[in-house]
């Protein structure tokens, strides 16, 4: 056995660091015991106490560093002396890559780690408000994927955020993309000059997408969180957003993606529009209010909004359409041949609840009586929203499906059910579906659905009719989840591949002879 | 030439010391730096953005990395008008807010019993989450000497022994020993008041104990006799006397240090339920 004592004088390290490195020392099997502490009269009798006598620990003053070790043998504590100088160097050495800790509180990651500027934040709605404080009181950027968080709360977090100058993206925000690095379920996008500020997640998805394989690419996405543009918040991070991009110089054209905000703050947001010097292009989802006007460019649909940003960003004027760029495919002619006379309903069932939106915009402008359970006029509203009647638009991430269960996009197989479901209906000629890939999204989003897509087919086949299939898996290259190969198992399955969402919603609409 | 940064909050009494004298770097961590001043200024400590201000503190309005400055331990430090100069670092404070860490006089009332029941479940809920990477012999060490200290309190017999026992105990740069010390004064002081004998006792043990700690704690004690806390600290004092929720000013607290929050309100607990005991102090 060999002992190894030293005092170092005057050695300041916090205290966070010298439990940690007590407990690293621990875990070897060559510590046999350690002692790391401030050579304070109580822990040199200690020391002493557990056999580590010395003239070094005597003479030590309560502002120097005691270290004792006891090793199997020599060889062992020479090893361990050079492990505590490891310890204690890596708080001043960073490392290169990414490291993961685990705290208590963002007060002690605070304290541990100075540069740390970004919290993303998921707590039950009612302890979220506590977190976000605690993380602007530490100058940190919050993500708050919580719901549930009262408008309140919402309203002085967001107040305090823009005093601070930083940023809160929520409530319920779950996509955002912040100097290249991919937040919650965003997508592995290329870095570019194009800036979104967003109030909807997968709509910042679509545009961020489709902008990649136009060959853009993205400075940085800004979520806001779905409430942001309601009359009580004002659209406050909405405003900040659009100063942050236009003050960032990484950033060349804005893109603005949001449901149509209140009269109010959609003024306010395009007010602030207009003192930008860079170009703006606003997408207001479902919104036949505004087409245009003194500079600023309206898309007609997210589509749209990613092809506009993508010419803008080149310096080229592109023509605005509220039609799709990519045709509808031909096989799509060939489905619509296969179908019953009864088979006139299409089935939208969507895991992203902007995509939801857009489709029952884009259809209501052909089709009377399309329902949802996102639909804002009474007339368009699901009676039920378990049960689709006629062409119905569900989307599956809606809180009355999500209650004690994951989202679809993490889970998709909580739609699988329902497909099956909507393939019992005789009057069903297509069934759409979305798949979203990205950092956040599910493993195998297609595999976890193909079951349900083969039961469906089998049950319409028993029953003398064809099932029509229309798949759009928003994603790119460069996503985890291969993109190619989520295309593929698609095909396979037999399911119409769609290049954007509004091609989908197209595509199922030609089927059905729209 | 160094960076200059803008101080958001001061703790008022810095504004009060007439002459500083002049300052030395005593130690720099990544999200503070601590001067020691040999006028009157004692230890004064820059922190990143922090809601909880501290005796002698200057709190940043934004962050940096302290330790990425290019300050050495033993630089040189002086204070100017309208702020403070480190080595290369300048901090403005001109525009800070000031924040009071006086701790006041409370009411001992009826909330006091009530808000000791839950304040004890809380501790001990929590014993494991804070404690549970001590080493065993410490934690043992530590759990007997705060026993032993709440003994004397109650009988007030071997009091300086029993703080003696206490101060420097634990590792860190406040040892939880001086951190409950610290917790269990704040609440006989204010409940009490500084005329009290007990308190006039307790006071003067703790002084003459101070030097067998370290430099950083020793100056936490001299600003707590002088009645001085942390704001957490002071928040979670008065939320047991009114009544309030423990919730909030206790996670604030907990949060300062590896345990070093954690023990002071071991302490404050502590120095309750002398308060509240049938016995008269």
Known sequence: MAQYICVRKNAYHDSVSLMTLTNELKKSDEIEDAVVSMATDMNKELAENIGFISDDIQSAGPNDLLIALRCPDEEACERMVVRVDELLQSKKKKAAKSKEATYRSIH??????????????????????????????????????????????????????????????????????????????????????????????????????????????????????????????????????????????DTSVIVLVSKPPVPEVAEKVLHAVEQCTKPVVVCFIADEAHRGGDGIVFARSLEDAAIQAVALSKGEDAPSSGKSVYPVAEEARRFAGKLSANQKSIRALYCGGTLAAEALFEMSKVRDGVVSNVAKKAHQKMSDPFVSTGDTIVDLGDDVFTKGRPHPMIDPSIRCDRIVAEAMDESVGVILLDFELGFGSNADPVGATIEAIEQAQKIAGEQGRHMAFVGYVLGTDRDYQDYQKQCAMLEEAGVLIAQSNLNAVETALAIVGA | MGATFEARYVERRIREVADFGRGRVHSVYANSLNVCFDGCGGLVTILN?????????????????????????????????????????????????????????????????????????????????????????????????????????????????????????????????????????????????????????????????????????????????????????????????????????????????????????????????????????
């Open chain 2, 49 to 281: 953005p922090t809601p909880d201000v501290a005796p002698a503190s200057i709190v940043l309005a934004q962050r940096t990395n302290f330790a990425d400055q290019g300050i050495e331990v033993g630089e040189s430090a002086r204070f100017f008008q309208g702020g403070l100069s480190v080595g290369p670092l300048s901090v403005a404070t001109k525009g800070a807010i000031d924040r009071s860490c006086v701790l006041p006089r409370f009411e001992k009332t009826r909330a006091l019993q009530d808000s000791c029941y839950a304040f004890a479940e809380r501790v001990d809920g929590n014993q494991a989450r804070f404690r549970g990477f001590f080493d065993p012999r410490v934690e043992r060490r530590l759990a007997a000497a705060q026993r032993q200290f709440e003994k004397c309190l109650a009988s007030q017999e071997s009091i300086e022994d029993a703080v003696r026992g206490l101060v420097g105990l634990g590792c860190g740069l406040t040892p939880s020993g001086d951190d409950f010390l610290v917790g269990a004064f704040a609440v006989l002081l204010s409940l009490k008041g500084s005329a009290d004998p007990a308190v006039v006792r307790l006071h003067a043990y703790l002084a003459d104990a101070s030097d067998r700690t370290t430099d950083i704690s020793r100056w936490m004690i001299h600003y707590a006799l002088e009645g001085r806390f942390r704001e957490s600290l002071i928040a979670l004092i008065e939320a047991c006397a009114t009544g309030a929720p423990l919730d909030g000013p206790l996670e604030l607290l907990w949060s300062v240090g590896a345990s070093s929050g954690f023990d002071m309100s071991c302490g404050v607990l502590c120095g309750l339920r002398a308060c509240i005991a049938k016995k008269e102090m």
């Open chain 1, 108 to 249: 002690q990651a605070n304290d541990d780690d100075a540069d740390l500027n970004m919290a993303v934040i998921s707590v039950a709605g009612d302890y979220a408000a506590r977190e976000v404080n605690a993380a602007l009181d530490c100058g940190m950027n919050v993500m708050l994927f919580s719901d549930n968080v009262s408008v309140e709360d919402e309203v002085a977090f967001k107040n305090k955020a823009h005093e601070l100058g930083l940023l809160v993206m929520g409530p319920d925000c779950g996509t955002a993309i912040i100097d290249g690095v991919g937040l919650c379920f965003a997508n592995d996008v290329r870095r570019g000059s194009i800036g979104i500020v967003a109030a909807s997640g997968t709509g910042l998805q679509e545009v961020s997408v489709i902008i990649d394989r136009l060959g853009g690419g993205i400075s940085q996405a800004i979520g806001t969180g779905g409430r942001d543009l309601s009359a009580p918040v004002g659209g406050m991070m909405m405003l900040d957003g659009i100063s942050k991009l236009e003050d960032d110089e």
